[in-house]
């Protein structure tokens, strides 16, 4: 019988693939763990890539959620699922809901952890300048925030949770995903390479100079991993990035000679006005160089990329808690970042 069975909620995107690659290639670490992947698509690896140990079911956790209620057996619950919608205040109803959806479908299930991840923006990221290094027991902010009524709806449930505030989760393993960072940066960059321009940084001078960081995909699989097992980690949250900080002004030289590109500095461009009209250019960049085909709007969320590149204001947590739990695990961000798009590169998603 093995002793965790985790339910992966989001098991396609960054954060939830990541985990489930990160257990799956480390079976000495997790011996006896068997992961259930819930998707929205019917999916199914082969055997051969699972070992049996990884199991997929399809459910919307809005609607159709009954494969679910059917289970009997989840003891760990991973829940990276996100319902979008057009702003901040509207998101908070359907992603309130998906939590409290997934609890009462596994009502039957002797739930020993419900480890949720959040982010930076519980501490107001997206609002504006907001108290930095940000702790976890910071004030929250006023008005809506989808994080506070998941947290809460975990509180009031009696259930055992964990919140993960990761931030700009960085990572291969989900590259269909278009709210994807590393994709985002080298689609952008390879259309600036074909129109014969530098490496213009398409954010503001501000942005360009702000304190950011980070959190890789794998960190934050090892992260997951740990704290499903930590017991003082009871009704608690935890910072995770990669434990430093980097400005992009400092990076971006680094990204243009990566790519073989010149350095163009700061040329501000409304990414999600401009960009679409390139798509043409990118299908031929797939056809030349023999990429995967990925259209552009598979791998890019232009309005995601002005988000990012546009934050005017420090985004800074402090990771102290969860190293005193035991979690040390660090990462040099800007090398992070190009080890990520060599991979990419080698994997047919970015031309070389």
């Given at each position: 019988?093995?002793?965790?069975?985790?339910?992966?909620?989001?098991?396609?995107?960054?954060?939830?693939?990541?985990?489930?690659?990160?257990?799956?290639?480390?079976?000495?670490?997790?011996?006896?763990?068997?992961?259930?992947?819930?998707?929205?698509?019917?999916?199914?690896?082969?055997?051969?890539?699972?070992?049996?140990?990884l199991r997929y079911v399809q459910a919307d956790l809005l609607s159709d959620y009954s494969t679910l209620k059917t289970l009997t057996d989840i003891t760990h619950v991973?829940?990276?699922?996100?319902?979008?919608?057009?702003?901040?205040?509207?998101?908070?109803?359907?992603?309130?809901?998906?939590?409290?959806?997934?609890?009462?479908?596994?009502?039957?299930?002797?739930?020993?952890?419900?480890?949720?991840?959040?982010?930076?923006?519980?501490?107001?990221?997206?609002?504006?300048?907001?108290?930095?290094?940000?702790r976890e027991d910071d004030a929250r902010h006023a008005g809506a925030n989808y994080y506070y009524a998941q947290q809460d709806a975990l509180e009031q449930s009696g259930?055992?949770?964990?919140?993960?505030?990761?931030?700009?989760?960085?990572?291969?393993?989900?590259?269909?995903?278009?709210?994807?960072?590393?994709?985002?940066?080298?689609?952008?960059?390879?259309?600036?390479?074909?129109?014969?321009?530098?490496?213009?940084?398409?954010?503001?001078?501000?942005?360009?100079?702000?304190?950011?960081?980070?959190?890789?995909?794998?960190?934050?699989?090892?992260?997951?991993?740990?704290?499903?097992?930590?017991?003082?980690?009871?009704?608690?949250?935890?910072?995770?990035?990669?434990?430093?900080?980097?400005?992009?002004?400092?990076?971006?030289?680094?990204l243009a000679d990566h790519f073989s590109m010149a350095n163009g500095g700061v040329r501000t461009t409304d990414l999600a006005t401009t960009m679409p009209a390139l798509?043409?250019?990118?299908?031929?960049?797939?056809?030349?160089?023999?990429?995967?085909?990925?259209?552009?709007?598979?791998?890019?969320?232009?309005?995601?990329?002005?988000?990012?590149?546009?934050?005017?204001?420090?985004?800074?947590?402090?990771?102290?808690?969860?190293?005193?739990?035991?979690?040390?695990?660090?990462?040099?961000?800007?090398?992070?970042?190009?080890?990520?798009?060599?991979?990419?590169?080698?994997?047919?998603?970015?031309?070389?």
């Amino acid at each position: 019988m093995p002793s965790k069975r985790v339910l992966v909620i989001g098991a396609t995107g960054v954060a939830g693939s990541a985990f489930i690659n990160h257990i799956l290639t480390n079976p000495g670490s997790y011996p006896d763990w068997e992961l259930t992947g819930v998707t929205r698509q019917s999916r199914q690896d082969p055997p051969s890539v699972t070992e049996n140990r990884l199991r997929y079911v399809q459910a919307d956790l809005l609607s159709d959620y009954s494969t679910l209620k059917t289970l009997t057996d989840i003891t760990h619950v991973v829940f990276a699922g996100f319902v979008p919608a057009p702003d901040f205040e509207q998101q908070v109803a359907p992603n309130r809901d998906i939590v409290i959806n997934c609890l009462q479908a596994l009502e039957r299930c002797p739930i020993e952890r419900f480890l949720l991840i959040q982010g930076m923006k519980y501490y107001g990221s997206h609002l504006g300048a907001f108290k930095t290094p940000a702790r976890e027991d910071d004030a929250r902010h006023a008005g809506a925030n989808y994080y506070y009524a998941q947290q809460d709806a975990l509180e009031q449930s009696g259930v055992s949770w964990t919140c993960l505030r990761p931030h700009v989760i960085c990572g291969t393993t989900s590259v269909g995903t278009p709210q994807n960072i590393l994709t985002v940066l080298g689609v952008y960059a390879a259309l600036m390479r074909k129109l014969d321009q530098p490496l213009y940084w398409p954010g503001t001078a501000t942005s360009f100079s702000t304190i950011n960081q980070a959190t890789d995909a794998g960190l934050l699989a090892r992260a997951i991993g740990w704290f499903l097992q930590y017991e003082q980690a009871h009704q608690e949250a935890y910072n995770i990035t990669n434990g430093d900080y980097f400005r992009w002004e400092n990076l971006w030289p680094r990204l243009a000679d990566h790519f073989s590109m010149a350095n163009g500095g700061v040329r501000t461009t409304d990414l999600a006005t401009t960009m679409p009209a390139l798509a043409t250019q990118w299908d031929e960049i797939v056809r030349d160089q023999d990429l995967q085909p990925y259209n552009m709007t598979a791998v890019a969320h232009w309005p995601f990329a002005d988000y990012i590149l546009r934050t005017g204001w420090d985004v800074m947590a402090n990771t102290t808690k969860a190293r005193l739990a035991g979690f040390h695990d660090c990462l040099d961000t800007e090398t992070m970042y190009l080890e990520h798009f060599a991979s990419l590169q080698r994997l047919r998603i970015l031309p070389t």
